[in-house]
């Protein structure tokens, strides 16, 4: 179902709105605000994105940690336990998550592995703003950012069939801006952070009849945003 996440949403704000109604009316006492009722922050959201089939792997982990403090505040188990186990469970966590994006390999990441070094351009934005507009032949770059931004723009870029984008992106953002008549593949890791592609494959290709080509992104983000449109 198209929206699933505004569906589920728009439930439960209409619940939640007919909860404190027959509250304030008098013809229930439901207690909305019981132990640990913030716990449902991480729960809800997760369960949503989980459901709509969002940020699978990042929903799984906030909604581990969210029942675990739910379990906590509900007095079933140890607040100090929780809390001297939080932390190396999300890096466990994230580790293997990284671990399973390495060991299945797909076909940006043999096409990143084949691209040629002295073929890709570098493109570095260190505790700055960097911005790189290309319109002549580009068969790849690279793109580094920590504390920064990128914006990287191929609009007019001559592209013969394809090309390959590595993006590693640290406490900061990338904006990669593509020409119309491409079909752009992605293999995105991030460990909170966020990695939209805007593109619509069946909606930016170029007039009927003509060859689509086709941009290989290999994205990393960490606690930063990287968009493509």
């Keep these: 179902m198209k929206n699933l996440s505004k569906v589920l949403w728009g439930l439960i704000l209409i ?96 096409k990143v592995e084949e691209a040629k070094t002295q073929d890709l351009e570098s493109v570095v934005g260190m505790f700055a703003d ?28 001559k592209i013969k069939d394809e090309a390959v984008v590595k993006i590693s992106c640290i406490f900061g953002g990338v904006d990669l801006m593509v020409p119309d008549d491409v079909e752009v593949k992605v293999k995105a890791n991030k460990v909170f952070g966020g990695i939209d592609n805007l593109v619509k494959s069946s909606s930016r290709k170029a007039d009927k009849g003509s060859k689509t080509k086709t941009i290989y992104v290999e994205a990393f983000a960490m606690f930063g945003g990287i968009d493509i449109k």
């Design 15 to 110: 619940v939640l709105g007919t909860i404190i109604t027959l509250n304030s009316l008098g013809l229930a006492n439901i207690d909305i605000f019981f132990r640990g009722w913030w716990t449902l922050l991480f729960i809800v959201p997760s369960l949503i994105n989980l459901l709509s089939g969002k940020d699978v792997k990042d929903s799984i982990m906030w909604l581990i940690i969210g029942v675990v403090l739910l379990l906590a505040a509900q007095d079933f188990i140890s607040f100090r336990l929780v809390l001297k186990l939080i932390v190396p469970f999300i890096v466990i966590f994230i580790g293997i998550s990284i671990l399973l994006d390495g060991l299945f390999d797909t076909k940006v990441n043999k």
């Design 130 to 157: 960097e911005k790189r507009v290309i319109d002549y032949d580009f068969k790849g770059a690279v793109v580094d950012t920590a504390f920064g931004h990128v914006l990287l723009d191929l609009r007019d870029a």
